[in-house]
């Protein structure tokens, strides 16, 4: 019988660590798993092999700070096992229920404010997710959400703003974009490239197109490679949403749903679509889609201005030949389920499948 004492939801953990409550998150995935993806700050117990194989003393030889602990597992059963065990030796010991697939939806924010405008990232930890909500006056747009539409038009409320328009990047490949959902939850607008290839209807905006919320002024800039239907959305010469294009440590990978030929001719019009956002002011600050690594709740935002990219990130610095050939000679392997993923999403439908699985694991986007 499972005592439900020993758990802890993600949601109470995530507060834990926002208040930055002391707490020891103990991973005890093998070291593979917890390579693809963690919790900020955990430590790892190389501990997994023998909870399976039945011995009841993994944790003889540990030595844990005081305050309570929090194992972590794939989806919260093997970690049980292991605070049953730090429970019996004295610690103050809790299983993260629903391993790291629950934590998978768990998010912090950070902001920054302009004159007309403020922008709220909405960072989902473990996976690198960052989307956003930009509110000017008392509109607001949502770009890339990834999340319960709750979650955003939370957000906005306690800002005092309406959700007006909605849009993604592009047609994403490692979680379900949500911002369909949000569109009907809110009744924004949804605003897509008029070249995206989905099934079902938006409100279509082309390249230089400006769509006006509040004060701010979202220009429309089309930068295919990652995907062809990619899309920048630049907020007059301080800000840039780049999605998966122009990462602040790396670029897009051009592979997805391609064969080597069509992945070079991605890369070919990556190249031209970064060429054209370096071309913006180096104070410009980039917001990317993603961030490689699990985002701690430090509510520091995630970004880097065009002149540090250009001057830290070596490939942009390649010429067309060379960046062709180096993009798609470092293709990284394939984010799990992108298939299914992108499938869904230009349908614009997920009923009948779990994000919870689908979504499962790291994001794999980006080259650097």
């Known amino acids: 019988m499972v005592d439900e004492d020993l758990k802890i939801d993600a949601k109470k953990l995530a507060s834990w660590l926002s208040k930055k409550e002391p707490v020891t998150i103990l991973d005890v995935r093998p070291k593979e798993e917890r390579e693809e993806w963690s919790i900020p700050g955990s430590i790892h117990a190389d501990v997994y092999q023998k909870i399976k194989a039945g011995e009841n003393n993994v944790f003889s030889d540990y030595k844990l700070p005081d305050g309570p602990v929090v194992t972590v597992c794939g989806a919260g059963k093997t970690s049980m096992i292991a605070a049953e065990q730090l429970r019996r ?5 809790y299983s993260l229920q629903g391993g790291m697939k629950a934590w998978n939806f768990v998010w912090n924010i950070a902001e920054i404010s302009f004159g007309d405008f403020k922008i709220i990232q909405v960072r989902r930890s473990a996976k690198g997710c960052l989307s956003y909500i930009v509110g000017s006056n008392n509109e607001a747009v949502v770009i890339d959400a990834s999340l319960d539409p709750a979650v955003y038009q939370n957000l906005a409320k306690e800002n005092g703003w309406k959700i007006r328009y909605v849009m993604d990047t592009h047609i994403h ?20 490239i008029d070249k995206a290839n989905v099934d079902y209807t938006f409100s279509p905006v082309k390249d230089g197109d400006v ?8 220009e429309v800039i089309h930068t295919p490679g990652h995907t062809w239907e990619s899309t920048s959305y630049k907020i007059k010469d301080l800000v840039v949403f780049t999605g998966d294009t122009l990462f602040i440590d790396g670029v897009g990978r051009p592979d997805l749903k391609a064969n080597n030929d069509e992945a070079v001719k991605k890369s070919e019009q990556l190249y031209k679509s970064l060429s054209r956002l370096l071309q913006l002011g180096t104070s410009t600050l980039v917001l990317p889609a993603h961030t490689s690594d699990a985002v701690p709740f430090d509510g520091k935002l995630l970004t880097s201005s065009i002149g540090a990219i ?20 470092r293709i990284p392997p394939a984010p799990p389920n992108y298939l299914t993923i992108a499938g869904l999403n230009k349908k614009g439908s997920y009923k009948g499948y779990s994000p919870y699985d689908l979504e499962a694991g790291a994001n794999r986007c980006a080259i650097a």
């Open 173 to 192: 490949a490692d979680y379900i974009s949500r911002t369909r959902e949000l569109s009907k939850a809110s009744g924004a607008v949804h605003v897509m």
């Open 211 to 218: 769509v006006l919320f509040g004060k701010a002024p979202l």
């Open 310 to 329: 250009k001057e830290n990130l070596q490939l942009l610095k390649l010429s067309k030949t060379e960046f062709v050939q180096y993009t798609v000679s």
């Open 89 to 93: 030796k004295g610690f103050e010991a």
